[in-house]
């Protein structure tokens, strides 16, 4: 008895977290005076709790409460400083810190996804095949929240796949953390044993959402990405980490093979045939690169998302924050100038390429569908991503006329950032500290004063992340491999720059495995921008102490005019320690656990 209450409070709290998960697996919620054996006995509450162990995938789209992946990265500023990316980039981070600490959370959804697969077998009302896929599709689960706690601190304890009862001691559920390399193979290998009962693609609407082959790989394809990067691969300066036994928790020899599983795993998605780059085309067939990249996050389950969270409780703040203040918005969201520097120009280079035409001298005499008369040439001839992605001053709003508040007829909102703009510093808080604002992911058709956001889900994993994450792992173990330049050539022909490549059109490929690392990075930088790969990316290759401290920049916020508003200055000084790394494991947890060691340098 004392057990099945403890799984029955489990229990509701899992049906609470589900009512973000698959909406059309919650018609029923079941009644909360039902014992956990009652709710294993029907089809429709055994689906429900199902659905439960789904509401444990988190949205990544609430930057300020719940997601700290882009306030903590070099992407983006969170202009409040009372929120905690705030504080833990200034250095106030110690070991105590409870701010967006996520191990606890994982694992109760690691459990919760085990107690389903012990008991979904005595339903009598689900058919065989159906309770086979439903196991599969929570040992997929377990295996995405094991590789989410890996990516935040590593090496994780394996928990066995029985439920620890009520009244054990820390004696019996003192478990050690299990080295990196065989928590990846643990994930790896019940991603394969799930994969024979997985559905390849979705058989109606009713399906989306659901786990399905390729969500599966696509998860393995990551992390194996992960464990092959410099952070995890031959990492010498996890000499000392080890277990209470002085097991080692890195292995510290480099294993060139991992890359090639890691590119082995991309290219298994890729291969299921089942997913596309999402394009819009004129009427010559011609692809539209701006509208093909808005589009991939506002036109829900296209051809190129391979999993999303349904309904994510993440698009309010995606909006309000990455909307101007002239509309209602929150202009809080601020894109860092080093990650606005990122952006190639229309012709495919880098600003930093002498030939590339960029220059910071002077105003734009006139104007384009993306900004106005006397927009500083810094913003001018920029590539379509960076028009997609960024809000700049005299750059014109996205939103149509029916819904954007401007009371102007048809004409597009000129945004001004400069001090006493329309949505540049004023007295009050909702103002970007950068000049700038993160627009990619705002829905052109919210309206957020009054708000009316724009329902819609969040993509975790896409093609493009793919194809990339392919052509990285394929260039560390087989440079020069022709699938280099196919894959990065594909993601920019969508975004509408030149291909690498020879003769009238193309710009010259990188010239050896050490510039295509270089371009690589920064296809990947730009094309992810604002889709949380970036702070994580920094910290596997081992760079975040040149990225995440020092100086940040941004535009003179204090300017009164445009003129003056277009110079470079520091905003902020951050502080990156290498214990940042890996993320701090609660005293709490530790205690809990006699065998838990904490990571290295908290």
């Known amino acids: ?291 093909s990249l808005k589009n991939i996050f506002i036109k829900d389950w296209n051809a190129e998302v391979i999993m999303a969270k349904v309904n994510s409780d993440g698009m309010y703040s995606i909006d309000k924050n990455g909307s101007p203040y002239v509309l209602g918005g929150w202009s809080s969201w601020g894109p860092t100038q080093q990650s606005v520097d990122a952006y190639f120009m229309a012709n495919g280079k880098s600003i930093d390429d002498a030939t590339s035409g960029y220059t910071e001298a002077g105003f734009s005499a006139t104007a384009t569908s993306y900004y106005a008369v006397g927009t500083s040439n810094m913003h001018v001839n920029r590539e379509p991503r960076f028009y997609v992605a960024i809000s700049f001053n005299q750059s014109k709003w996205i939103n149509n006329s029916s819904n954007n508040n401007s009371g102007v007829g048809s004409s597009p909102i000129v945004l001004g ?37 724009s329902a819609r889900t969040e993509p975790i994993f896409r093609l493009g992340e793919i194809y990339l994450n392919y052509a990285e792992a394929l260039n560390e173990y087989n440079p020069g491999n022709a699938d280099i330049k196919k894959y990065i050539n594909l993601i920019r022909e969508r975004a509408g720059i030149p291909q690498y490549g020879t003769g009238t059109g193309f710009i010259p490929e990188p010239a050896g495995q050490d510039a295509w690392r270089v371009a690589i990075r920064k296809e990947r930088r730009v094309e992810l921008a604002f889709e949380y790969h970036r702070y994580f990316d920094t910290r596997r290759w081992k760079i975040a102490e040149q990225t995440d401290g020092g100086a940040f920049y941004g535009l003179d916020v204090n300017a009164t005019t445009t003129a003056e508003f277009t110079k470079r200055v520091v905003f902020e000084t951050r502080i990156f320690l290498k214990k940042y790394y890996l993320w701090n494991i609660l005293q709490t947890e530790i205690d809990k656990d006699k065998n838990l060691v904490q990571n290295p340098g908290w």
Do not use: H
């Not at 012990?118 to 377990?142: F, G, M, S, T, W």
């Not at 510093?425 to 705002?442: E, F, H, P």
């Open 417 to 453: 950032m400069f001090k006493g703009g329309n949505t540049g510093q004023y007295t009050g808080r909702n103002w970007s500290r950068t000049g700038y604002c993160a627009r990619k992911l705002v829905n052109p058709n919210s309206i957020v004063g009054p708000d009316k956001i």
């Open 1 to 291: 008895m004392k057990q099945n209450n403890l799984i029955k409070a489990i229990l509701l709290i899992t049906i609470i977290s589900s009512l973000f998960s698959c909406k059309k697996f919650l018609d029923q919620v079941p009644d909360d005076k039902q014992t956990i054996n009652d709710v294993f006995l029907k089809k429709a509450t055994t689906e429900q709790y199902l659905a439960g162990v789904y509401g444990y995938i988190k949205s990544n789209g609430d930057w300020n409460n719940n997601s700290p992946w882009e306030g903590l990265s070099d992407e983006i500023d969170v202009t409040y400083n009372d929120y905690a990316t705030y504080s833990m980039n200034l250095g106030q981070w110690d070991k105590g810190r409870t701010s967006y600490n996520y191990w606890a959370d994982y694992y109760k959804g690691i459990r919760t996804a085990s107690y389903f697969m012990q008991r979904v077998d005595e339903c009598p009302e689900i058919e065989p095949q159906l309770k086979r896929q439903y196991k599969a599709e929570a040992r997929v689960l377990r295996a995405y929240f094991y590789s989410a706690i890996m990516q935040q601190y590593g090496p994780v304890i394996i928990l066995p796949n029985e439920t620890i009862p009520p009244d054990a001691t820390i004696n019996d559920f003192s478990f050690a953390r299990s080295p990196f390399d065989t928590c990846v193979a643990y994930v790896e290998k019940e991603i394969d044993a799930a994969l024979q009962d997985l559905p390849v693609n979705q058989t109606s609407t009713q399906e989306y959402g659901r786990v399905k082959k390729g969500m599966a790989l696509a998860i393995k394809a990551r992390i194996l990405l992960y464990a092959a990067s410099p952070l995890f691969n031959g990492n010498t300066d996890y000499g000392s980490f080890k277990n209470l036994d002085g097991t080692l928790l890195i292995k510290q020899q480099y294993d060139a093979d991992k890359w090639k599983k890691a590119a082995d795993a991309a290219k298994s998605v890729i291969d299921l045939g089942i997913y596309q780059l999402y394009k819009e085309t004129d009427a010559n067939g011609a692809i539209k690169p701006y509208e």
